[in-house]
C-alpha cells in the first residue's frame, strides 16, 4: 500500500457492525464483561478503547512499527515515553529541542534523577563524545525546532546498536508522509499530533510508535498506569485529519517553496533556514532520508523591534504557537515556543530575537507572498 493509500485505508477501517465508513466514536468508560475476565478485548478505556485503538492502529502502520500509542499531547507521550528509564539512568539529546521538551526534562524529570545532555546530534562526534557508562537512549529532532537543524538518523542509529541505545525521533515536523525514521533505525518515534497530523488547529494529541514487542508491552504498561491517554472524540478528530495528511503535505510543501523563493529575494531578511535550500546545511542528509522538506521555516529580520513590526502588520499568517495547520501562522520562537530556554543558552543555539519562525498553511500562496512583502516594508 502506498502512503496517501495508507492514510485512508491503514490501521482499522470503518465499522463491521454497522458498515459505517468512519469508525464509530466509542464514548464510553467501561464495558460489559460476560464473567469475570471474560470480555470482548475492552474491560475499561484507559487501558483500551476501540475509537484509541484505530488511531493507534493507523499510527503503528504508518510508521511502520510494532505497536502505537496515543497519549491527551505531545507532552504526555514524551514523558510517558521517559518514563520507560529509570533513576540514574542518561539521555542524550538534540540541542535546539522543542522548548517544553527542554523544559519536562530539566526541571520536572531531573527530580527524579534521570540525566539528560544537550548536543549537536547533526554532528555524529559530539554525539559520540557525550556517551557515557549510564546513557541509554539518544532523542533526537530532525528537522528541529526553530532552525531546522538535520540529524543523520542512520549513522546516529548505527551508533546506538553499537552501544546497546534506544534511539527515538520526535518526528513532529515531517510526519510519516515526508518522513519514517523506523526505516532509519529508530526505535521509538513520536509526534505532536496537534501539528500537521491533526492539522486543523482543532486538537491536542501525541503519538508514539514502538519497534518492537517489549517496548510496545512496556509502553502500553506506562500508559495504562499513569493514564495521559487521548479521549475517543480526539481520536475520532486524528483519524479525520491523517486522512488528508497527504494532500496537505504536498500543498504546503509547495506554498512554503514559493514562499521561501520570496524571502531569499528580500533585502530585510538575513539567515533562512529551510531545509529545502540547496544552501542549508543539512539539505543532502536531510534529502537521503526524507522525501519531503515540510512547511516549517525561519529567518532572521535582524532585531526584535523589526520582528514586532512584522508582527503589527502581517494579516494572513496568525500570530500564535504551534505549527502544522492550514491556517499559517507566525511566532517568534525567543519569546513564545522557547521563552523558557534561557537567554543565554538561546543565544548559544542562534535563537535570535530577531528570528521570526512560519508555519506555512494552505491559503493561496500569492496572498501569503503579498502579505510577507507589505509587512516586511
Ligand atoms: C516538535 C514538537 N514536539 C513536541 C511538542 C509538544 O506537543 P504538544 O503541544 O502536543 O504537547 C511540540 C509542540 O509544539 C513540538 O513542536
Redesign the pocket.
Known sequence: MRKKTKLIHGGVTGDEQTGAVNVPIYQVSTYEQESVGNHKGYEYSRTGNPTRHALEELIKDLEGGKRGFAFG???AA?TSVFMLFSAGDHVIMTDDV?G??YRVVSKVLNKFNIEFTFVDTSSIDEVKKAIKPNTKAIYI?SPT?PLLKITDLKKVSELAKEQGLYMIV?N??STPYWQTPIDSGADIVLH?A??YLGGHSDV???LVVVNSEQLGEDLHFIQNSVGGILGPQDSYLLIRGIKTLGVRMEEIEENTRRVVDFLQEHPVVTNIYYPGLKSHRGHDTHTSQATGFGGMLSFDVGSSEKADQLLSRIQYFTLAE??GAVESLISVPAKM?HASIPRDRREELGITDGLVRISVGLEDAEDLIEDLDQALK
Open positions: 499531547s505531545g507532552m514524551i522543542y517544553g521538551t529532532e525546532n520526535d513532529t515536523f505532536s496537534t501539528k491536542v494529541a501525541g504551534s505549527l515556543t
